[in-house]
């Protein structure tokens, strides 16, 4: 089975940073894309940012700029600095990872998310 554990979140004033890393481990599993997904109370849950194994990022529009994913493929992590925080950013989390048993199809693996709240 695939582990997805995430880290880095907390409470920060507007303006300020935060580091939100994510490891996944998987006897015997590749490891595709991965991202970061987050959702607000009473609001559905929004891709943050994505990245494929070769490097290629995508961010929602709200996040660009401020927001970077990164990925250290040979330990399976993936980060995301988060930088000019806003009131609105303030959500639960959750990374993601695409992850294939052996030569099998690919399945969706999710964390079980991190609190991140700004203050104004």
């Known amino acids: 089975q695939v582990k997805v554990v995430e880290s880095g979140g907390g409470l920060v004033q507007s303006g300020g940073s935060l580091r939100l890393s994510c490891v996944a481990s998987?006897?015997?599993?590749?490891?595709?894309?991965m991202g970061w997904h987050r959702q607000a109370p009473g609001k559905q849950r929004e891709l943050v940012a994505m990245?494929?194994?070769?490097?290629?990022?995508n961010y929602t529009e709200s996040v660009k700029g401020r927001f970077v994913i990164s990925r250290d493929k040979g330990e399976n992590t993936v980060f995301l600095q988060m930088d000019s925080l806003m009131p609105e950013d303030t959500a639960v989390y959750y990374c993601n990872v695409f992850a294939a048993w052996r030569a099998g199809p690919e399945y969706d693996y999710w964390g079980q998310g991190t609190q991140v709240t700004v203050s104004a």
């Open positions: 990245i494929s194994t070769d490097g290629k990022t």
């Open positions: 998987g006897t015997m599993f590749n490891f595709g894309a």
